[in-house]
């Protein structure tokens, strides 16, 4: 079993569609998690940071299940920009080793 | 600010030679990592240094791999001798607090052995 899981997609939604991605994880150690974005052929970028008590940033909502081991992101209004592959991301669990996700590729389309 | 910086950004070489790859990381951040990314295996953490100490290695896949960092602005990552299954692109990323608050990448050096 993979340390940290993301289905892959591709997720394929139009412009203004509401998606959810989700991700489990299985060092119930584990310490921070968080959410990135990969655009084609470009450095990994911080989206957002993801707390039990779940945390929203503009259209994004980021959720941490602690008991399930379960992460989620919620994107609201879906813009063709968001277009790019998320990955979920764990911290943690001895020391400070972070364990990818492989990535969920979303599609918006006009 | 700059970001993290990465050198060079495009290597090509041939299998047997020995390759060196630079990284700068943000000023005041105390933590380095190193990471491989492909399309097969995704993004795997190789070593990461706290305060120019490497913590811990146990992702670099052999021996031909190495990684330094002599000061707090300077890590190098070597590959020696060079193998096609090493190409892939590899990133530098730093952090405060052991990333417990996101790292930030550089923008990679896409390594291709031939």
Redesign the interface.
Known sequence: RKEVEQDPGPFNVPEGATVAFNCTYSNSAS??F?WYRQDCR?????LM?VYSSGNEDGRFTAQLNRASQYISLLIRDSKLSDSATY?CVV??GG?????????TRLFVKA | DAGVIQSPRHEVTEMGQEVTLRCKPISGHDYLFWYRQTMMRGLELLIYFNNNVPIDDSGMPEDRFSAKMPNASFSTLKIQPSEPRDSAVYFCASSLYGGTQGQYFGPGTRLTVL
């Not at chain 1, 020391?95 to 990535?103: E, N, Q, R, V």
């Open positions: 310490q921070s968080f470009k450095e990994p970028k911080l940071s990955l911290n943690g020391g400070f080793k972070t364990i990818f996700g492989a990535g």
